[in-house]
Nanobody
Framework: QVQLVESGGVLVQAGGSLRLSCAASGRAFSSYALGWFRHAPGKEREFVAAISKSSDNTYYADSVKGRFIISRDNAKTTVYLQMNSLKPEDTAVYYC?????????????WGQGTQVTVSS
């Protein structure tokens, strides 16, 4: 069992930066690939970024590529999402996810979400 708790979501102005954190408790944190998804009102939940178990590989949605950076600290059992050059369309609830398979076609654990609001 893995529990994921996100934090860091706030109201920020367009062009600003924000770092989300997702602290994990439970066993075998390094056995999971970790990712971030977001869900905006009226839209389907979408993939944002993912990082492999050993941090060797990172993946980004085209909409955030070059602006967001995902990282993980296995010693602290935490995954981060550095968000730069924020746009109003980045407004959403951001969820942390853990996938044992690494593909995120199946997510083993979800966090409860943290709200990010970007004002224009």
């Amino acid at each position: 069992q893995v529990q994921l708790v996100e934090s860091g979501g706030v109201l920020v102005q367009a062009g600003g930066s924000l770092r989300l954190s997702c602290a994990a408790s439970g066993r075998a944190f390094s056995s999971y690939a970790l990712g971030w998804f977001r869900h905006a009102p009226g839209k389907e939940r979408e993939f944002v970024a993912a990082i492999s178990k050993s941090s060797d590989n990172t993946y980004y949605a085209d909409s955030v590529k070059g602006r967001f950076i995902i990282s993980r600290d296995n010693a602290k059992t935490t995954v981060y999402l550095q968000m730069n050059s924020l746009k109003p369309e980045d407004t959403a609830v951001y969820y942390c996810a853990a996938s044992a398979s690494g593909s995120f076609h199946y997510v083993d654990y979800w966090g409860q979400g943290t709200q990010v609001t970007v004002s224009s």
